[in-house]
């Protein structure tokens, strides 16, 4: 296989890691958010749960799902950086002759880009944090919004009182 295949195969690959995990995000925000609804639920129906346990239960699930977030953005933004240097290689063996130089490819390095996206810690200014930003937004401010005004549980409705007269003979 020539060095120009080699390189589009691997950006298949790596299409394909992208793809993979950006839906594991989508995947990831509808489970925060059933979760989030569901103790919002609880809160709110016949289930005894106090307002300072839900509050750190919020938080604690904002964070959680924040931090395995942030792990498939970091790894799909160091893949996109991967494709990115590989289009520019490709460019520039193609600049200079019209046709492909030999040894340009310096790949396959599929298993080492998503190793340094696993690593990092915070991901970059990239372009899946910066599309992905508002609803970070959103869902800190609901999340800080809900643990600080959280609105006081309505008091149960009890049937009202019956009272029974005595049978008259």
């Known amino acids: 296989m020539e060095e120009m295949q080699q390189a589009h195969h691997e950006i298949d690959l790596l299409q394909g890691i992208i793809t993979r995990h950006e839906g594991h995000m989508f995947a990831l925000r509808g489970w925060f958010l059933a979760i989030v609804g569901g103790l919002l639920a609880a809160y709110y129906t016949h289930i005894v749960i106090n307002d300072f346990v839900l509050r750190i239960a919020l938080l604690l699930v904002a964070l959680l799902f924040l931090l395995v977030e942030l792990q498939h953005v970091n790894l799909v933004e160091a893949v ?5 240097a590989i289009e520019k290689e490709i460019e520039n063996s193609r600049r200079s002759t019209g046709q492909s130089a030999a040894g340009w490819y310096d790949g ?7 190793r340094k996206g696993a690593n990092r810690w915070w991901p970059g200014h990239g372009m899946t944090f910066v599309l992905n930003q508002p609803f970070y937004i959103v869902v800190i401010l609901v999340i800080l919004f809900i643990t600080v005004l959280l609105p006081p549980k309505p008091e149960p409705m009890l049937p009202p009182v019956q009272t ?3 049978a008259q003979k």
């Open 164 to 166: 029974v007269q005595p």
């Open 80 to 84: 996109i950086e991967r494709v990115t």
């Open 108 to 114: 396959p390095r599929i298993s080492e880009t998503c």
